[in-house]
């Protein structure tokens, strides 16, 4: 079993949509969580940290439910340059160990 | 302030060549990390420094791998006798080294060998 598992979509959303992306990971140890956006071709970028109480920052919103070891994504009013890869990242119990990536899950918001 | 770079951004070798890729991380970032990610997958960890010293290299995939970072600054991961299955994109992040502190990624190199 992956560490990190999310849906590698292609979500193709209209302009305006909300779209929710889900991961789950297997190691209950874990204690950062973060959604990282790639476009194409290019590096992985920190999109938002996802914290216990949830936190929101703009269109954004980031769930994590510990007991279920679920982490979610939630964008509302998707934009045309929200398309890219969504990457589902976990860390372990130590600041400064790697960071586990999911595969990523495909968005393409179309006009 | 400049972010991390990467050189070269593409490297074409051959199977069996031995090439080096170039991690600048950001100034005064203490922490360097080298990851690998293959097409449709996210990148895998492959090594983390700490200053000059290697303090995790178990994602390295076999003795082939080797990276080095002498000053605590500049790193250079070295791969021997090249397999097509090295073939990705070779990511290279830093980071403060302090507890939470988030990773920067520099733009890649896109190994590919023939």
């Known amino acids: 079993r992956k560490e990190v598992e999310q849906d590698p979509g292609p979500f193709n959303v209209p302009e305006g949509a909300t779209v929710a992306f889900n991961c789950t990971y297997s190691?209950?140890?874990?204690?950062?969580f973060f959604w990282y956006r790639q476009d194409c071709r290019k590096e992985p970028k920190l999109l938002m940290s996802v914290y216990s109480s949830g936190n929101e920052d703009g269109r954004f919103t980031a769930q994590l439910n510990r007991a279920s070891q679920y982490i979610s994504l939630l964008i509302r009013d998707s934009k045309l340059s929200d398309s890219a890869t969504y990457l589902c990242?976990?860390?372990?119990?130590?600041?400064?160990?790697?960071?586990?990536f999911g595969k990523g899950t495909r968005l393409s918001v179309i006009a | 302030g400049a972010g991390v770079s990467q050189t070269p951004s593409n490297k074409v070798t051959e199977k069996g060549k031995y090439v080096e890729l170039r991690c600048d991380p950001i100034?005064?970032?203490?922490?360097l990390y080298w990851y690998r990610q293959s097409l449709g997958q996210g990148p895998e960890f492959l090594i983390y420094?700490?200053?000059?010293?290697?303090?995790?290299d178990s994602g390295l995939p076999n003795d082939r791998f080797f990276a080095v970072r002498p000053e605590g600054s500049v790193s250079t991961l070295k791969i021997q006798r090249t397999e097509r299955g090295d073939s990705a994109v070779y990511l290279c992040?830093?980071?403060?080294?302090?507890?939470?502190?988030?990773?920067?990624f520099g733009p890649g190199t896109r190994l590919t060998v023939l």
């Open positions: 100034s005064g970032h203490t922490a």
């Open positions: 990242v976990v860390r372990g119990n130590s600041g400064n160990t790697p960071l586990v």
């Open positions: 190691n209950s140890a874990s204690q950062s």
């Open positions: 992040a830093s980071s403060l080294g302090q507890l939470t502190d988030t990773q920067y």
């Open positions: 420094f700490q200053g000059t010293g290697a303090a995790d």
